[in-house]
C-alpha cells in the first residue's frame, strides 16, 4: 500500500482525509514520507502537511576518510574503476546506457583533455563497440523506430561519442535526424521516460538532444537543425529549474549554443545558493546531500563561468566530495528510479545502487577534474 501511496497525489490526498495512518511502517521500517522523499513533489507535501516524518533511512555505506586526500588523488582512483565498469557493462548488457558508458565517454575525455592518464585501449575500443551498437539501430532509426529510451539515449550517446571525437557518418546522420524530429513547436524536447534523477525532465531531454543536435546533425538538414538550436535555447532561458538536475542542463544547454549570459548567470547564482551546510547539494529539496547533486552542481558552475575554481563555493563542494569517496574510487548514492529492466552486476559497487553510483561518479570525477583546474 505505501509503494502505491507515492504515485498518485490525490489517492494520498483522499486517503489522508479519510484518516489513514502517515506513518505506518513498512516490514523494513520504510514510511510513505520515506518513499516520498526521494521523488518530492505534491505527494510529499500533502504528507508533511498531515504530520509524516521520514525514516531515517540506514547508512548501509559508511565512508572511512582518506588520509591526505586531494581532488587528483580521487580522481586518480575513480577514472580505472568507471572505464573498467564501463566496457562490463556493455559486454554484459549488448546495449548502452548514459550511466556506464556515455557520461563515462564524456568523463574520459575531459580527464584526457586536464592531462590525466586514461586507459587508451578500453576508451578505443568502447568508442568503437558503441559506434558499432549505433551502426546496428540505423535502418531500423531511418524507419522511425527509435532505440530504448528514445531521443533522450540517442542525445547521450551521441553526447559521449562526439566528446571522444567520433567523426561524423551515415549513422550519426540518421541518429541525430531521428533526434531533431522529436521536437515540439514551443522548443523543447519533452522527457521519453521519467527515470530520475538521470532522466529527470524537459530541461535535460531538450538540452540533450539539441547538443546532440548540435554535434551531429546532418549538413543536409543543417539550417533546420539551427533553426531548432534557437527555439530550443530560446525555450530552456525561460525554463524554471526545480531539481539540481535542471539547473545543471539548463546551464549545459545553454552554454553550448550561447548567447544567453543572463540567464546562465541568473542559474548558477541560484544554484549556488542551494548549497548545504555539509558543502553538498542534494538532489532534491526533500532529500540529503550527494555525490551526484554534488558533483552537477559543481560541473554546471565551473562550466558557468560566473565562478572559478578558487571560489568559496567550488572549495567546500570539493571537500563534501573528498570526504564522501570510497577507497575503491566510487561514490554510492541510492537509487531513486523505478527498476524497469531485470537487475545484474555491471561491475560496480553497491548492488542495485550501482547504476546511479556509477553516474554520480563521473559527475563528481569531472566536477574535481574541473575545480583542480590544472
Not at 559521449?160 to 531521428?178: C, H, K, R, V
Not at 550561447?258 to 545558493?273: E, I, K, P
Not at 551546510?277 to 563561468?305: I, K, N
Amino acid at each position: 500500500m505505501i509503494g502505491q501511496l507515492v504515485e498518485g497525489h490525490e489517492i494520498v490526498r483522499t486517503l489522508i482525509a479519510r484518516g489513514a495512518d502517515v506513518n505506518v511502517r513498512t516490514s523494513s521500517g520504510e514510511t510513505a514520507a520515506s518513499l516520498a522523499a526521494v521523488r518530492g513533489g505534491a505527494i510529499m507535501d500533502a504528507l508533511v502537511k498531515a504530520g509524516a516524518t521520514a525514516a531515517p533511512a540506514p547508512d548501509a555505506h559508511p565512508v572511512t576518510p582518506l588520509s591526505g586526500h586531494t581532488a587528483r588523488a580521487a580522481v586518480l582512483r575513480s577514472l580505472p574503476l568507471l572505464q573498467k565498469a564501463d566496457a562490463t557493462f556493455l559486454r554484459k548488457s549488448g546495449c548502452v546506457s548514459c550511466h556506464n558508458n556515455s557520461l563515462t565517454a564524456t568523463t574520459v575525455a575531459v580527464a584526457r583533455a586536464a592531462h590525466f592518464t586514461v586507459d587508451e585501449q578500453i576508451a578505443r575500443r568502447q568508442r568503437t563497440r558503441i559506434g558499432d551498437y549505433l551502426d546496428g539501430w540505423r535502418e531500423r532509426v531511418l524507419q522511425a523506430e527509435g532505440i530504448p529510451g528514445d531521443h533522450d539515449t540517442m542525445g547521450e550517446i551521441l553526447i559521449g561519442l562526439g566528446d571522444e571525437q567520433l567523426a561524423p557518418s551515415a549513422t550519426t546522420d540518421a541518429i541525430a535526424g531521428f533526434v531533431l524530429l522529436q521536437q515540439r513547436a514551443d522548443g523543447r524536447w519533452p522527457i521519453f521516460a521519467h527515470r530520475p534523477p538521470l532522466e529527470s525532465g524537459d530541461i535535460e531531454s531538450t538540452a540533450v538532444s539539441m547538443r546532440a543536435v548540435q554535434l551531429f546533425a546532418p549538413a543536409t538538414q543543417r539550417a533546420q537543425a539551427d533553426e531548432a538550436l534557437h527555439k530550443a535555447a530560446a525555450w530552456l532561458a525561460g525554463a524554471a529549474p526545480e531539481c539540481t538536475n535542471d539547473f545543471l542542463y539548463q546551464i549545459l544547454g545553454l552554454r553550448w549554443v550561447g548567447g544567453h549570459d543572463q540567464a546562465v548567470a541568473t542559474a548558477a547564482h541560484a544554484l549556488a545558493g542551494k548549497q548545504r551546510a555539509d558543502g553538498g547539494w542534494a538532489q532534491l529539496a526533500s532529500t540529503d546531500s550527494d555525490a551526484y547533486a554534488t558533483g552537477q552542481a559543481l560541473v554546471a558552475l565551473l562550466r558557468s563561468g560566473v565562478v572559478t575554481p578558487k571560489d568559496p563555493v567550488i572549495a567546500r563542494g570539493v571537500q563534501y566530495l573528498l570526504k564522501t569517496q570510497f577507497a575503491d574510487g566510487s561514490w554510492h548514492v541510492a537509487t531513486r528510479a523505478i527498476p524497469i529492466q531485470p537487475y545484474f552486476d555491471a561491475g560496480f559497487p553497491f548492488g542495485k545502487d550501482q547504476f546511479v553510483s556509477a553516474a554520480a561518479t563521473n559527475w563528481a570525477t569531472q566536477a574535481l577534474i574541473l575545480a583542480d583546474g590544472k
